[in-house]
Nanobody, 129 residues
Framework: QEKLVESGGGVVQAGGSLRLSCLAS????????MGWFRQAPGKEREGVAA???????SYADSVKGRFTVSKNNAENTLYLQMNNLKPDDTAMYYC???????????????????????WGQGTQVTVSS
């Protein structure tokens, strides 16, 4: 079964850290690109970070230097380490994967040039000031 399951969200004070995890199963485990997206109330969904099977990464400008995306291929798990969190980071965070074993690249996956074929159910991150 093709499935993405996120975990690790929660409530944290500004300046704190969280690590999100996304367990991939079925075909999603071999997707060419995987990444994290987020959507805050009243705002459009935006790409946060993306990674290819070769380990190439892209980040939104707003999280560069604070967030790190990584993937453990042996465990089929995608991670997002979030440090120095800010109230503006409050959102529902979604894990996503490309439909095929190839993808258009980390930057296009992040910015919407390639639409993900699989989505997780989301995990809430709330950063208090």
């Amino acid at each position: 079964q093709e499935k993405l399951v996120e975990s690790g969200g929660g409530v944290v004070q500004a300046g704190g850290s969280l690590r999100l995890s996304c367990l991939a199963s079925g075909k999603t485990a071999s997707s060419g690109c995987m990444g994290w997206f987020r959507q805050a109330p009243g705002k459009e969904r935006e790409g946060v970070a993306a990674i290819t099977t070769d380990g190439e990464t892209s980040y939104a400008d707003s999280v560069k230097g604070r967030f790190t995306v990584s993937k453990n291929n042996a465990e089929n798990t995608l991670y997002l380490q979030m440090n120095n969190l800010k109230p503006d980071d409050t959102a529902m965070y979604y894990c996503a994967a490309s439909r095929w074993t190839y993808c258009s690249g980390d930057y296009l996956f992040l910015t919407g040039g390639e639409v993900p074929g699989h989505w997780g159910q989301g995990t809430q991150v709330t950063v208090s000031s």
